[in-house]
């Protein structure tokens, strides 16, 4: 059966998809606006599970390979905007190697879709949910990712 073909079959019989998300999010900016969020009783789509990290540089693209080939439908990473990193640059080097992912992706055949990188501060609780609601949308009209292994729930 032709991927498209499975993705339609898979689709029909999960008119209830949801997806799983990995969110990589830096530990001085995304994840204190996550945890913001979460203070403020800002509502977001509970898909998400989030891994708190130094720098989104700390990301290793294997880390992101590895979620969507153990069957995450979508990687997300967040941290400083440009030029508030607290390790000076470590964000610029995220932004080149997300863009090389994406490409990595696309070769291997798994949707560039499903990797999407943002700067999120400390402050920005209204614009992580925003996010992560977008790119769960985002997710579910991709549909499932086939070429995961499956992703445990407890996960
Ligand atoms: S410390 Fe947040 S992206 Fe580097």
């Known amino acids: ?26 530990n001085w900016c995304s994840y204190a606006g996550a945890d913001l969020a979460g203070t403020s009783r800002v509502q977001y789509s509970p898909a998400v599970h989030s891994v708190r990290i130094s720098c989104s540089s700390r990301v290793d693209p294997t880390f992101v390979i590895k979620a969507l080939l153990m069957g995450a439908d979508g990687v997300l990473i967040a941290g400083c905007h440009p030029g508030e990193c ?5 964000n610029l080097l995220t932004r080149r190697r997300f863009m090389m992912l994406k490409t990595l992706l696309e070769t291997i055949g798994i949707e560039p879709e499903r990797l999407r990188l943002e700067w999120i501060s400390a402050s920005e609780a209204n614009k992580f949910a925003r996010v992560i609601d977008d790119f769960v949308e985002q997710i579910k009209k991709l549909g499932p990712n086939l070429l995961g292994g499956g992703m445990n729930d407890s996960v």
Do not use: D, W
């Open 86 to 90: 607290h390790y000076k640059s470590g």
């Open 1 to 26: 059966m032709e991927q498209a073909e499975k993705r339609a079959a898979v689709i029909s019989h999960e008119t209830l998809f949801k997806p799983k998300i990995i969110a990589f999010l830096c």
